[in-house]
């Protein structure tokens, strides 16, 4: 997958996110412990600025998931906060999409990251990651 995801638009500077942009750094953290893209949104702006969490707690349980199928770290936020409180996602919906996504390119369940978009409530910025999802797979089969 290391030819897949070449086109990297920076957060900081653009102030939107491309698929292209997590995936990259995630290869990129995995292979040299260091995360960009505005570290992922500060950690997701520190957890809702209710609690701390640093990126390698992110890519920590990201990397233990993947080898015991087995989240910690408050189920990555309880799920964001269930999803704005207004819808329930299961950690199981999350890493399952995310495998499907890495072994198919295809990926369901996209209102995963719908209250990711509104990050930053005193912005009207747009993190259209799943829409990119969507859009990368109509151009590119792989």
């Known amino acids: 997958m290391d030819?897949?995801?070449?086109?990297?638009?920076?957060?900081q500077t653009t102030q939107s996110v491309k698929i292209d942009d997590i995936w990259t750094n995630v290869r990129y953290y995995q292979t040299s412990q260091s995360v960009t893209m505005d570290d992922i949104?500060?950690?997701?702006?520190?957890?809702?600025?209710?609690?701390s969490v640093k990126m390698d707690d992110i890519w920590t349980n990201v990397r233990y998931y993947q080898t015991s199928q087995s989240v910690t770290m408050d189920d990555i936020w309880t799920n964001v906060r269930c999803y704005q409180t207004s819808q329930s996602v299961k950690m199981d919906d999350i890493w399952t999409n995310e495998r499907y996504y890495q072994t198919s390119q295809s990926v369901t369940m996209d209102d995963i990251w719908t209250n990711v978009r509104y990050y930053q409530t005193s912005q009207s910025d747009k993190i259209d990651i799943w829409t990119n999802v969507r859009y990368y797979q109509t151009t590119q089969k792989r």
């Open 3 to 11: 030819d897949i995801w070449t086109s990297v638009r920076y957060y």
């Open 41 to 51: 949104w500060t950690n997701v702006r520190y957890y809702q600025t209710s609690q």
